[in-house]
Structure formats: C-alpha cells, structure tokens
C-alpha cells in the first residue's frame, strides 16, 4: 500500500508518502505545500489544491490520510487547519482515493505507543522505523510522514478485516438464497381458503 500523508495547514501543509504494510514501512519522499501568510484565504487554499492535485497526479498514492482537526485555543489555526483538511478530502475524493482522517494521539500511539509523546520523539521513532539518516524536515513533513505510517500499519489491517466481514456476509447471502424456503404453517384457528378453478 502506498499512502500520502496530509498534515494539513494554511502556512505549511505536510506532505508525507509512505510504502509498506503493517509492521513493515519505506520512507517514499516528503515536502511542504507553502503559502504566504498575507495572500487571501481562498488564494492560499488554491494554492494547496494544486500542490496536492500535483503530489496525487506523480505519486499515484492508494489511499489518503489526513490528519482529523481538533479543538485547540487559538480559533483561527483551528479554521485554517480544517480549511486545508477539507482541500486534502476533495483532492482524494476527485481521484477515487479512499481517505482516512487520524488523531494526532492515534498516530502518535500508533508510532511511539504513546499517544502524548512529543513532536522529538515521533520524529526519532520516524527515523528509526524508517531507518532514516535524519527526521523529514520541516516538522509538518515529518507528522505527514508519521500519518502515513500509521494509515500503511492500521489502515491495511482495518481494509483485510473489512474484506472478510465482506467475503463472510456474501457467503452467508449466498448460503441464505439456496435454502430451498418451507411453507409457514398456519397460525392456530387460521382457515385456509382454496379458490376453485
């Protein structure tokens, strides 16, 4: 599975492409869509729309994690930050990509086995699980890289169960459609009624 991780944001959006399957990642390539803090919002938005139809068209990524948006103090990171999510849920979706959002502290479990380690120690445990010289730079590079290796080990694992829920309910509908079906006897007092040819 090849997955591009979306840690998303006006200024910098992260951009981290991971290939592997559970237990097992390689470290792809990692960048950042930048935006100029003084240009207008829907500008800075288109911006990272192209940045990202541009890494979608060249990568060719099976699926799409994003990083799910939460409450923080300061309002306007808050609204940013789900603008650009919401920019990186439309790039997947106008390509047939299956996308996942994930916590921060899902991914940072799913990393570190913590999900309150810090941004250092995500960052080492990238490096070490990607056997990397260095961490992905900028930050926002490495927590889409991180997003993506957390989608590569739980999202493989979620769609392989998810296929044999599937493979096992079309069974049971198939087995349920060859049994030949028995006539229900009438309930007590019922009269049965036969028209006469």
Do not use: Y
């Amino acid at each position: 599975m090849l997955v591009l991780g979306v840690d998303p944001g006006l200024t910098r959006c992260g951009l981290g492409v991971v290939r592997g399957t559970p237990g097992r990642a390689e470290f792809v390539e990692a960048g950042v869509v930048r935006t100029p803090a003084g240009l207008d919002t829907a500008q800075r938005l288109l911006r990272i729309e192209t940045g990202l139809e541009e890494w979608v068209k060249r990568v060719r990524p099976d699926a799409v994690a994003v990083e799910r948006v939460f409450a923080q103090h300061n309002l306007m990171t808050v609204i940013g930050t789900a603008q650009a999510a919401g920019v990186a849920l439309l790039v997947a979706a106008r390509h047939g990509l299956p996308v996942a959002t994930h916590t921060p502290s899902e991914v940072k479990a799913a990393i570190t086995g913590s999900g309150r380690a810090d941004k250092a120690q995500v960052g080492l445990m990238v490096r070490r699980i990607l056997r990397l010289a260095e961490t992905p730079k900028p930050a926002d590079a490495a927590d889409a890289v991180a997003l993506a290796i957390c989608h590569v080990w739980r999202g493989s694992a979620d769609a392989r169960l998810a296929e044999r829920l599937e493979v096992e309910r079309r069974r049971q509908t198939a087995a349920t459609a060859a049994t030949p079906r028995r006539a229900q006897p009438l309930p007590v007092g019922a009269v049965s009624v036969r028209r006469a040819a």
